[in-house]
């Protein structure tokens, strides 16, 4: 398939942008998505590193209008990633579950607000290879939570579980983020599938 310009949108968190991670580390840097996904040239990336479902909600900077002014036929989102970090930086566990409730419900909005005729959605990659126990019990419930609000809005989707693409060599053992190599790789997959 042939794609315009304006054919393919992504948006959402650091994983959107993508925010690529150093060889030495913490060293993160967010990446032109056409030098770190080059077999998606055709795209109008609006992915802000940091950011929350609930910020997309409430159209923080602008970022959800534009996303819904944006013309495309395509979605990609990758969202809620920085929602569960925050939550979970509660230490309350009844703040958490109050904080989670309410990402899910802003999550729905944006997803309802932003879906296309095709959207992909992004499942978290375990950035740590099994040697967190939080990211080993935290990803597969954070994931299925994604899968749960993208099944009940009734918009025709993908899953693009990123566990499945990359592999230890891809993240530097510090940083949530891939390196190069990892963003080399999801472009391939992506560039496929689209």
Do not use: C
């Not at 992909?120 to 990659?125: Q, R």
């Not at 299925?144 to 693409?165: K, Q, T, Y």
Request: aromatic share 6%; hydrophobic share 45%; no cysteine.
């Amino acid at each position: 398939m042939t794609n315009s310009p304006s054919n393919i949108l992504i948006v959402g968190d650091s994983y959107a942008k993508p925010r690529v991670a150093g060889a030495s580390g913490t060293n993160t840097d967010d990446g032109d998505q056409s030098k770190s996904y080059p077999a998606l040239l055709a795209i109008v990336s609006q992915g802000v590193s940091g950011t929350t479902a609930q910020q997309w909600q409430a159209d923080e900077g602008g970022m959800l209008s534009k996303a819904r002014a944006t013309t495309a036929d395509v979605l990609i989102m990758s969202l809620l990633g920085n929602d569960a970090f925050l939550a979970a930086s509660s230490g309350n566990p009844m703040i958490a579950a109050m904080d989670i409730i309410a990402d899910l419900a802003a999550l729905t909005s944006v997803v309802k607000t932003l879906g296309r005729k095709r959207n992909l959605v992004i499942l978290y990659p375990d950035p740590f290879n099994g040697s967190n126990e939080e990211y080993v019990v935290g990803l597969p419930v954070l994931n299925g939570l994604i899968r749960d609000v993208w099944g009940r809005s009734g918009l025709a989707h993908e899953i693009v579980d990123l566990r499945e693409i990359t592999a230890p060599g891809d993240f530097n053992g510090v940083d949530i983020h891939m390196t190069a190599s990892g963003h080399a790789k999801v472009a391939a997959y992506l560039g496929g599938a689209i």
